[in-house]
């Protein structure tokens, strides 16, 4: 039974890597490469871990493999957001069948910050209080 649920596990974990490097190739855009690589992926590999931690059903095994997997679902989508806004500010275009761009005139290009906030001034505001 368990070689079963195994089977089924790893397959849709590959599966979800398989999505992954298809969206990769086929999205327009960068932003929308991001977000397909980072969700599929991100599921694939844990799905994967999750099989291996099932087949060798070793406590040191089992602790790493989840490990593995809190912080790939921590750090995956706080990089994707990284990138996405270096891009975003770097004048990386969206693709021209996007609905529209919810940032556009919100962000201080010569500051890399919102429009209206500076680090320097909340800090400072902070000190006074």
């Known amino acids: ?26 999205m327009p855009d960068f932003y929308l490469r ?4 980072t969700k599929a992926g991100s599921m694939g590999v844990g799905l994967i871990l999750i099989a ?10 089992t602790t790493r493999a ?3 997997i809190f912080f ?4 995956a989508p ?8 270096a891009a975003y500010l770097s004048n ?11 940032l556009e005139g919100k962000y201080d290009r010569s500051k890399l910050s919102l429009k209206g906030i500076s680090p320097r001034e909340s800090k400072e505001e902070k000190d006074k209080d």
Not at 34 to 37: E, W, Y
Not at 52 to 61: H, L, T, V
Not at 72 to 75: E, G, P, R, S, V
Request: cysteine-free; overall charge negative.
């Open 52 to 61: 291996s931690a099932i087949y060798f059903w070793d406590f040191g095994i």
């Open 78 to 85: 706080v990089s994707a957001h990284l990138l996405g806004r």
């Open 92 to 102: 990386v275009k969206l693709w021209e069948k996007s609905s529209g761009d919810d």
């Open 34 to 37: 991001v977000s397909v690589t």
């Open 72 to 75: 790939l679902l921590i750090t």
């Open 66 to 68: 989840l490990a593995i």
């Open 1 to 26: 039974m368990s070689d079963f649920l195994i089977a089924i596990i790893s397959t849709i974990g590959a599966l979800f890597m398989l999505l992954a490097s298809v969206g990769l190739m086929r």
